[in-house]
């Protein structure tokens, strides 16, 4: 029997990455309860997050140039009005952040040390120790949280299940493998959850970050926004890790190159930035290697050498754990699913169309990233959207102080399935048929096999993930052109017709996946 729902005052905030805590601390003084699957810090896939905080801080640089770096790499879709948003407040968001003990990379001259990354035409990217940036952000806010008198962290506990009472949601199911799920009830809800690229099997995110934020949503009839453009990272390390791990595209921007097992560096013939062409054009690339047996690699070896122009110390550990020496080996890449541009709709504030859910970070579409998010624009992003959803909520109501909730230990639940065998099938079928590459006969194998999936999926956990899955799949099958992350190899060219972002829901998806509407219908 279900345990009685517990009531708080406070707001809920689901996730503990960048952008839950930025939101958490931006709402202080109002109460806020922070679910947080694993231990602050462990999870996260932030702290994961290699590449750097993407501001217009260079002389010559400008918030419109970041702007049209942001609408050229997403391919015609991007919301022009959050690009302006976002932009604008960058250069604030690192100055807060040095000012909150961030210590980004300077120059001797004291300035911010700017790495160049794909698709920005300008060096635009503020990094902390070259590679160490997500992790240093996330530790700067997982200190000041656990001083903040208004936030209660709770850890070890996941959303599965949002409460939905006529049309608002007003609470979340809480639960934990093997224990029975409890349902708070809470005035207001911020999702900050993550991505769904560890939907793939070869993925930068940490494995358990599987479209479950998205899903859950979606169950509870959120509105989904550009649910087919997923990025793949061209340079993780290929050497069987999960996740595997990333070699930032900022070494490509320090002249690393990429070259086949018969020495040839194939980017050249392929786009005229040749590496630093936009993220989408270089995974490709890099997969038609792969998939030919060439074994692409990144040739580093110029930056790792005795005196060489870089400082990477995540990628020097990566490589070390492999047995490989980045100053002598060449380092075998893959193309990895690595993002999501696709995510909740929410507008401006982070509202989503349901009224009490809030969402910021990866699991929501803003619109910001278009077809292809440009690099660094996803912390970035996390941040300043995060907080606008807190001004937003904290302008809701009057709210009170509130004593902290005690969550008793969840009680046992009856065996439960082992999900395992269903994640490993959800994760070779979108790889399969919902990759980097795609066709309308793929899309349509790959609903199928989720049909399967959906009907022995028995936890809420398992139903999120085969829901996220069925929603990237079926916006994949809807836009019959190629774009940005999106690639069709039966509709390889953009449509202008189409250039516009999807929006769905999931029980459209469904209808799709068991074939009650025509897949032309955009
Ligand atoms: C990278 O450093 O290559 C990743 C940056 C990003 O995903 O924005």
Redesign the pocket.
């Known amino acids: 029997m279900a345990a009685e729902a517990q009531h708080t005052g406070r707001i809920v905030i689901l996730g503990a990455g960048i952008a839950a805590l930025t939101a958490a601390l931006r709402l202080a003084p109002c109460p806020v309860l922070v679910i947080s699957p694993a231990p602050l810090g462990q999870g996260a896939a932030s702290a994961l997050?290699?590449?750097g905080v993407a501001a217009a801080l260079g002389a010559g640089d400008s918030v419109a140039a970041h702007v049209a770096d942001t609408l050229e790499a997403g391919a015609g879709i991007v919301d022009g009005l959050m690009a302006g948003i976002v932009a604008e407040a960058a250069p604030g968001c690192v100055a807060a952040l040095a000012a909150g003990g961030v210590a980004f990379d300077r120059t001797p001259a004291g300035d911010y040390a700017l790495s160049q990354?794909a698709a920005h035409s300008q060096p635009r990217v503020a990094r902390v120790e070259g590679?160490r940036t997500g992790a240093a952000i996330l530790s700067a806010l997982i200190a000041a949280v656990r001083q903040a008198p208004s936030v209660q962290v709770v850890e070890g506990l996941a959303a599965e299940r949002l409460e939905v009472t006529a049309g608002r949601v007003t609470g979340v199911w809480l639960g934990q493998p093997g224990r029975v799920a409890r349902l708070i009830r809470a005035p207001a809800i911020l999702l900050a959850s993550g991505g769904a690229a560890g939907l793939y099997t070869v993925t930068t995110n940490p494995g358990h970050i599987r479209g479950q934020g998205l899903g859950m949503a979606a169950r509870a009839g959120a509105a989904v926004a550009d649910a087919e453009f997923v990025q793949f990272?061209p340079?993780a390390l290929h050497v069987g890790g999960d996740p595997a791990p990333?070699l930032?595209?900022?070494l490509r921007g320090e002249g690393a190159r990429l070259v086949n097992r018969l020495g040839v560096p194939f980017m050249a013939g392929q786009h005229k930035a040749a590496e630093l062409a936009p993220r989408d054009i270089v995974a490709r690339a890099v997969y038609a290697q792969s998939q030919a047996g060439l074994a692409p690699a990144l040739d580093a070896r110029a930056i790792f050498a005795p005196g060489g122009p870089a400082h990477f110390p995540t990628v020097s550990a990566a490589c070390a754990r492999a047995g490989l020496d980045p100053a002598r080996d060449l380092l075998p890449v893959a193309a990895a699913a690595?993002?999501h541009m696709g995510g909740v709709a929410c507008d401006a504030q982070g509202r989503s169309s349901l009224p009490g859910l809030w969402v910021a970070g990866e699991v929501a579409s803003t619109g910001l990233h278009g077809a292809n998010?440009l690099?660094?624009?996803?912390?970035l992003e996390a941040m300043v959207m995060a907080g606008r959803a807190a001004q937003d909520i904290a302008a809701e109501r009057a709210w009170s102080p509130e004593p902290e909730l005690a969550v008793p230990p969840l009680p046992p639940a009856a065996a439960l399935p082992d999900e395992a065998p269903l994640i490993r099938r959800l994760r070779a079928l979108m790889t399969e048929g919902c990759g980097v590459i795609r066709d309308g006969s793929g899309l349509r194998h790959a609903l199928d096999a989720l049909r399967a999936l959906d009907q022995q999926a028995q936890t809420d956990s398992a139903k999120n993930m085969v829901a996220a899955a069925t929603l990237i799949a079926a916006a994949a099958l809807l836009r019959c052109e190629s774009r940005g992350g999106h690639f069709r190899a039966d509709h390889p060219q953009p449509d202008p017709e189409l250039a516009r972002r999807s929006r769905l829901f999931l029980a459209d998806a469904l209808a799709l996946r068991d074939e009650k509407v025509p897949a032309d219908v955009a």
Not at 375 to 379: E, R
């Open positions: 997050a290699q590449g990354e590679d990272h340079t990333l930032t595209e900022a690595h993002y998010r690099a660094s624009n996803g912390l």
